[in-house]
């Protein structure tokens, strides 16, 4: 298991359209597990790959995340989903 933590910098947080583009980009790790947790708020990780879960999460513009992936693609799914992340998702 591997695991990073970084800050959500788009303007609209992590909600309905980069969202999106962060689950389908999760989902291209099939065999890996992929969570992402809301550090500020110390809660529980959630499946990454569900945007539903991701939109409950509530994630804002400025919060301290963490993205753990575990399976045989973790380190390049997290090397991903974190650059998407730095990215600002493209906004």
């Known amino acids: 298991m591997v695991s990073k933590q970084t800050t959500i910098v788009n303007a609209t947080g992590l909600h ?3 969202a999106s583009v962060f689950v389908t980009e999760a ?3 099939a065999n890996t597990n ?3 947790k809301n550090v500020d708020k ?5 499946n990454a790959k569900s945007i539903m879960m991701i939109l409950a999460a509530g994630l ?3 919060t301290k995340i963490e993205i753990a992936c575990d399976g ?3 380190q390049a799914a ?3 989903l974190v650059a998407l992340v730095d990215s600002g998702f493209g906004e």
Request: charged share 30%; hydrophobic share 30%; net charge negative.
């Open 72 to 74: 045989p693609e973790e």
């Open 78 to 80: 997290l090397d991903a």
């Open 60 to 62: 804002g513009t400025g």
């Open 16 to 18: 309905a359209r980069p």
């Open 27 to 29: 989902k291209k790790y």
């Open 34 to 36: 992929v969570t992402i």
């Open 42 to 46: 110390d809660t529980a990780p959630v």
